[in-house]
């Protein structure tokens, strides 16, 4: 019989999250990247595996970190025609990078030669693209094999305070996100962070990673990234778009949202200021977020003032406004003009 053993919850003490990449990939926990075939996930995998080799800056992370190891599985490509050009290509160093050699042997997420490597090298961080390859014999759409796997991977992870990203497919069917993971529900539930990776209408290039779940910390922005095949890989930042969105096809790329907001707040801060709340709803009707419209009042220099309680939004006095008749002639009054003639000449570039 296994002897009863408890612990009050007071004389547990809290400890900080610490962060490979924050709030995207928390370090001691598993993360899963995963995304439909072609759209970039193991690129983008590799992206952070070179900025960890580097110690590389990270989007939104705010500055440099030391270099450490990481160690890169993959059960897909060719580590000497695909995966080691994409990492030279991203400016990794390839001699903080390790692969653990299978052969014959090959390696499953219960296999204790991660752990060994992991503390040989001192790695932050552990690749395993893609996840469904790594289970062994075991039934990745059991909830009863892949429960304990992931947590005892999971325990891996914390013991060593290495991040352990696995990278997943998707399966075609549509419905919610978390059902769109390959494998059991439990693959989702134990990480404790999923970034998906999805196209974009910027172009055929330009791909999103959107943070659709974060148990850690609030959820980060989405990142935008190119895969020009010229120009290679490159970081774009914070870009608008949703889940949802990404997985239905983003709709409206991000650029003529924010001139779209940009219109809609010079249309309605044209001869007055207007209640704050007001110009959002009036956003939110027209399908255009809180964050790009905020994005659009600080491109435009927009002014909050405070009345009566109430937040007002106005024009900066450097921004002039010439109102123009249908024939094309200066109105001296404003009423005598509709507002489908009305001209903004800004004294600077407003876009």
């Not at 999923?194 to 990673?209: E, F, H, P, S, Y």
């Not at 779940?213 to 895969?227: D, E, M, R, V």
């Not at 707040?265 to 709340?277: G, H, N, Q, R």
């Not at 008749?325 to 507002?339: A, L, N, T």
Request: proline share 5%; aromatic share 6%; with cysteine.
């Amino acid at each position: 019989m296994v002897e009863l053993r408890t612990i009050k919850m007071s004389d547990i003490q809290p400890e900080p999250v610490e962060w490979l990449w924050e709030p995207y990939i928390p370090s001691g926990a598993i993360t899963l990247i995963q995304g439909d075939g072609g759209m970039g996930k193991t690129t983008a995998a590799l992206a952070i595996a070179a900025a960890v080799s580097t110690g590389a800056a990270l989007p939104g992370s705010g500055g440099n970190a030391d270099p450490a190891a990481v160690i890169v599985q993959n059960a897909e490509d060719s580590y000497s025609k695909t995966i080691k050009p994409r990492l030279e290509k991203l400016g990794a160093d390839n001699d903080m990078i390790e692969v653990i050699i299978e052969n014959d042997d090959e390696l499953s997420l219960s296999d204790e030669r991660i752990e060994q490597a992991i503390a040989k090298f001192k790695a932050k961080l552990v690749i395993l693209d893609p996840v469904q390859a790594y289970f062994g014999g075991a039934n990745m759409n059991s909830a009863n094999s892949v429960r304990p796997i992931m947590k005892q991977l999971g325990a891996v992870a914390e013991r060593n305070n290495c991040a352990i990203l696995l990278v997943g497919h998707l399966h075609k069917k549509g419905g919610q996100s978390q059902y769109r993971s390959l494998g059991s529900i439990d693959i989702f539930a134990a990480a404790r962070s999923i970034l998906t990776v999805g196209k974009t209408n910027m172009g055929d290039d330009i791909r999103a990673i959107v943070h659709n779940k974060s148990n850690l910390a609030p959820h980060g922005a989405s990142q935008a990234f190119g895969l020009d095949p010229v120009g290679g890989f490159c970081w774009m930042g914070d870009y608008d778009i949703g889940i949802d969105e990404l997985l239905s096809g983003a709709k409206q790329p991000p650029k003529d949202q924010l001139v779209r907001a940009c219109n809609l707040i010079k249309s309605m801060l044209a001869y007055e200021p207007v209640a704050a709340v007001d110009i959002m709803l009036k956003a939110e009707e027209q399908g255009i977020s809180e964050k790009t419209l905020k994005r659009a009042k600080s491109v435009l220099g927009v002014i909050s003032t405070k009345r009566g309680g109430k937040w007002f939004w106005d024009m900066p006095i450097d921004v002039a406004y010439t109102v123009c008749e249908e024939e094309g002639h200066e109105g001296g009054q404003e009423g005598h003009v509709p507002m489908t003639s009305l001209t903004l000449l800004p004294k600077r570039s407003v876009i």
